[in-house]
Every structure is written in structure tokens, then in C-alpha cells.
């Protein structure tokens, strides 16, 4: 009776080399003296050949509630030891549902060199442990070793953005055409977001790097030029792939349109108790318009109009107590189209000399001048009744 003893060691190849070694007794001719084995458990990744026995270097599936099998391939090579008859079991604790993979068996007259076993793993959301198990006649060889592979998601988000007016960008509704003043700089940008868990490529965009999971992809459209110049429509119909080799194709369209609006403020210099006027010629009809005013904090809406000759005329109080460079910002359909700033000062106060000293004597020395006054009158009226009599 033999009992192989074998002892485990993680490579980053993907392989893990095992010995046996016999127990004393007669010597048969199919059994060397000391051989070792060889283990590798290996999945495909990225349209390559990845290891599973590597932590470091997660290996991706799709979850198995969305009808994905990963295929787990082992490979046992036998480095000249001689089997007949044995048995390869991958058990899989963290699977969904706890669907464990048929066992891979074989009976061979003449002794392989290798054994390759092909395991179906319905995989679940995060790390799923594989364990692997192979034994040989009868227990005279036995290996087993730890792999590992990452259920996640094929998850994405795609879509264009511009550059307003306060320089910042600004996302773009899917198939919305938005309108700008022709003369503000602009520039137009594409976004494709990894929004799930497992890394994919956009392999006809302006990169084809991976993108991990929560990271963007950012290509330039047309760069920074006059509103008019970016007039036109905008079409991209991308391939993504993940990982694992999954497709999406995301179509993106919008479209840019220019006017010849001019917004400008009838002063560039402001108090603060006053009002704040703004004008504007040459916008589109039936366009509305929000004002919003903006110093050192928040924005604060100050109005709103809608457009029926192509101009209009705004005045608000200003909105604030603080100084310094404040900005008036005219949104349309989202987006900030004119940023104008102006200068916010505070009201001078008069000297503390042209303010009474005493401003409580100011009620009682009327309420004398109105006493005397009532004695001057009393007197006049007596003096004429006297001479009447």
C-alpha cells in the first residue's frame, strides 16, 4: 500500500509543484521512486490565458444570475508518474446557489502524461474560492491546491460634454442639441464610464487602455474654438469589451447649435442697495433663460425670462452684503452660455461729526417749540377780544 504525500507551493505561473514518495516496499516498474506534480488552474481574461492561483491578479466571470458560466480549466501534469485509474473534483463553496461542477474521472490503460479537466462555475458577486482535489489510484497520488475568481459586473455609461461658460464641463443629455451665444469657447468631449465592476476596453475609441472599475475614459472631440465653429452634429457609435468578452455598443449623438446673442450689464461697478441691470439682443425666440449670481459661495437664482422679440431686459437687487468680483451667470437648457463679472462695493458710511451728539433731545425741544407756539397764539386772541371790548 503507497500513500503519496505532496506538499503545496503557489506559483505566479499558475502552477503548483507537488512530490510523492512511496513507502518502503518492492519496487514496481510504473512507479518511479520520487516524481513531482505539477498543478495549474487557469481561466481566460482579456483574450489571454490568466492564472487563478494568483490573489494579487484577480480573474474576472460574469455572475451566474445572468446566465454566465465560467469555464475553469485544471491541468494536472504528472512529470512522468504513472496513473491508471483517478478522479479530479473542484469544489466551490462561494458559488451561486452552491452549484458544485461534475467531478472529471478517467481509466487509461496506458499512463497519461498530463490530466486536463474542464469545470463549468456559476460564479457570484465578489471572490468565489476554488478548491481543487486530484487523487490516483486509489489514493497513491494526491494534490490538491487554492484558487481563486471574482464574480462582477459588465456595467457602463456613456456621453458627451462641453465647456461652459465658467470654464467648468458640463454633462449633455443624451440626443440633446444645445443652443450657445457664437462667440463664447467652447470645446466638446466624450465620457465612457466603467460603472460596474469588471475592467473593459472601448477598442475604437481614441484609447483602447483598460478601464477599471469606476474610472473614466476621456477622449476629445473638437477642442477649444468660438461656439460657431463647434456648430454641427456629433455621432460616435462605440465597442466596448470586457474581460471576460462581453460587448456593448453605445450610440451617442448631439448636436451643437450657435446664435449671435450678446448678454451685457449696464454697469460694471455696483453698490451694494442696488439693482443690477442686464440686457440682451439677438436670442432665439421663445428661449427661456435663468439668471443666477454668484460671489464667494452658492449660486442664487435672481430670475428668469423668456425670449419673444430676441431681447430682454433684467434688473434685480443685488443679492448680497459682501465686496469683491461677483458673476452673473445665464443658464440655458443647463448650461452656463455667459459669465459676466462685475465689481460688488459696499455703500460708504458718513462721518460719526455729521451724526447728532444728543439725538434724544431732538422729541422734548420740539414739544417746547410747540408749547410756546400755543402761548404766542393764546395771547394774540386775548389782545383782540380786548380791543373788540
Known sequence: MLTGVVALLLASAGWVPTAWAPVAGPPRPDLPVASPISVGMTTHNDGRTVSLLDPAHPAWAHLAPTGAVAEVTATVDLHGASIHQWVAHLDTPDAFQGVTPADCRGDEEAPP??????????????VNRLDFHFSADGGRVDVEVEGTITGGQFDWDAGWEVLDATGQWSS??????????????????????????????ATNACDDRLVPAHTQLVCLERGVRTAQSLARDYHEQLRLVDVVGATAEPDIRTSIRSFAGIFSLAEQNVTVGQRVQVTAEGLPNDAAFDLQFRIDSEPVLVGTRTTSTGRTRLSFPLPSTSQGTAHLEVIHDGLAIASLPFDVTLVPRRADAAAPAWPWLGVPLALLVGAAAIIVLRRRRSRRRSAAG
Do not use: H, K, M, W
Open 172 to 201: 449633455i443629455d443624451r440626443a440633446q442639441t444645445i443652443t450657445l451665444p457664437a462667440t463664447l469657447t467652447s470645446a466638446l468631449r466624450y465620457v465612457v464610464t466603467n460603472t460596474g465592476d469588471i475592467p473593459f476596453r
Open 113 to 126: 502524461q498530463e490530466v486536463s479537466c474542464r469545470f463549468e462555475v456559476q460564479a457570484a458577486s465578489g
